[in-house]
């Protein structure tokens, strides 16, 4: 049903597009649009996007359904046995038709992969963003903490931090 494809320079533009859709949706009713846009930018300009991918700093992984982007993870290995996901985020069109769920399994599946033992996973996500907190702790994450931090322009993130440990 769905694919899962490592991303690479030649995907920024589309991971671009995806998060001019995805990210001013999802918090739409969250955090202002002044908020967004300057998010969107720390986060997503073709030169941050870029450089995390060519010095894989982050790993971007893009899902598929049918040839059609539906999806995007990234992730990053802080050390040998937590992972923490920065981002997984589905085009509205496909919320709630298992996108999430399949990039989430995949991402494990891959941490996995490159451990061979105990691991956990850690994330931080948006507070108020009800949909994502159920949808994580589906998957099993548990709420260990919460914090909020600074972002610049007087900006702030209140997040909740989840983890969970898988055993091999």
């Given at each position: 049903m769905y694919q899962l494809k490592k991303a690479e320079i030649t995907d920024v533009e589309l991971i671009q597009t995806m998060a001019q859709e995805v990210f001013p949706y999802t918090y739409r009713n969250t955090l202002s649009q002044e908020q967004i846009k300057?998010?969107?930018?720390?986060m997503y300009s073709y030169e941050v996007?870029?450089?995390?991918?060519?010095?894989?700093s982050e790993s971007y992984y893009i899902a598929?359904?049918?040839?059609?982007?539906?999806g995007y993870l990234s992730f990053e290995r802080l050390?040998?046995?937590?992972?923490y996901i920065q981002k997984i985020y589905i085009l509205p069109k496909y919320?709630?038709?298992q996108c999430g769920s399949f990039l989430f399994k995949s991402a494990m599946e891959i941490f996995r992969n490159e451990c061979n033992s105990t691991f956990k996973v850690g994330l931080n996500m948006n507070k108020e963003n009800v949909n994502a907190l159920k949808f994580y702790q589906k998957?099993?994450?548990n709420i260990i903490g919460s914090r909020k931090h600074p972002i610049g322009?007087?900006?702030y993130m209140d997040d909740y931090i989840l983890e969970i440990e898988y055993d091999e």
């Open positions: 300057y998010m969107m930018e720390m996007l870029q450089k995390k991918i060519k010095t894989q598929f359904k049918e040839n059609t982007p539906c050390e040998s046995d937590y992972f919320q709630g038709a998957q099993g994450m322009n007087a900006y």
